[in-house]
């Protein structure tokens, strides 16, 4: 990229940080086609540990294949390089394994959060991040109540890394990868109205079998991915502060606070750095516009 472009980008991203509190409260507000939303009903009580889902989503996704030797421990989190880990714990009605990612947020905190719209949640529902656009903030880091996003320290052209819910698979009319390939019906995927449907009646159903919440249906304002348990969620490492109110609410708050020269430094910061990459930048098409 030239200078003279360099500048004509900073001059166009630096307008729209000023209307940014503005952008991203809308944003931020309900979802109008939320019935459609797709999303992802994980049945802990079906869930073997066999990590099919984690085999599944690195071929899908071009990761590394993960570790087969790790042991399966409540400490287990998501990293650059594994979008999605089992957890074992041990809990009031035994030992139960806990498939864990993106949670895919009805109203996601990282998109509200992110200036420069990186971080963003398409009609769908899929919450996905795009490389071009990234200034390397991280502040959807900080604003993740799940502690999701991922950030590459070790890499010389560091990313934002987390699951997208295998979104182009959705485009192609193809399941998530995990839920493909889950042999034991654990995961299943449709609409997330229809999900919450099948949810209750299971618990309805088997009462004994359940616990009677699902989580997600309203945590942090709600989120894509739903869970069933026959232990209390609290024993599963599940956040259970979170309330019903969707973060991005707090986030607007935040940015309605922040002095308009603050919103201008990190449109500069992604000028210079477009500015810096040169034909680097133009050889990385990644098909992530």
């Known amino acids: 990229m030239k200078r003279r472009d360099a500048l004509k980008t900073l001059c166009a991203v630096g307008g729209a940080a000023a209307a940014a509190p503005a952008l991203h409260a809308e944003e931020g507000s309900a979802i ?9 009903l994980v049945d802990t009580t079906k869930c073997l540990g066999c990590r099919m889902c984690e085999y599944a989503c690195a071929d899908a996704n071009g990761l590394p294949t993960p570790d087969a030797d790790v042991e399966l421990g409540p400490d287990r989190e998501s990293t650059p390089d594994q979008w999605t880990v089992v957890q074992r714990y041990e809990t009031e009605a ?9 949670m895919h947020c009805l109203q996601p905190a990282c998109a509200t959060a992110c200036l420069t719209k990186a971080m963003y949640k398409t009609t769908d529902g899929p919450v996905i991040w795009r490389s071009r656009k990234c ?32 979104w182009s698979r959705l485009a192609e009319g193809e399941q998530p990868a995990c839920v493909a390939n889950c042999p034991a019906g654990a995961l299943t995927f449709g609409r997330r109205a229809d999900l919450l449907e099948e949810a209750r009646s299971r ?16 945590e942090a304002g709600g989120t894509s991915w739903l869970y069933l348990s026959a232990a209390p969620f609290e024993q599963l490492g599940f956040r259970t502060d979170l309330g019903t109110v969707g973060y991005p609410t707090y986030t607007k708050e935040f940015l309605y606070a922040v002095p ?5 430094v990190p449109p500069f910061l992604l000028a210079l750095s477009r500015a ?7 050889s990385d098409e990644g098909g992530e516009e």
């Open 94 to 102: 035994g030992p139960v394994t806990v498939k864990r990612q993106c």
């Open 260 to 264: 308009l020269v603050l919103t201008l």
């Open 203 to 218: 618990i309805y159903t088997e009462p004994d079998r359940y616990v009677h919440h699902v989580y997600g249906e309203r």
């Open 32 to 40: 109008s086609g939320e019935r459609d939303i797709l999303g992802v």
């Open 135 to 166: 200034m390397g903030c991280r502040y959807c880091m900080l604003s993740c109540p799940f502690d999701v996003p991922k950030f590459e320290y070790d890499s010389a052209v560091p990313k934002i890394q987390k699951c997208v819910m295998c």
């Open 276 to 282: 810096t990459q040169g034909r680097d930048e133009e």
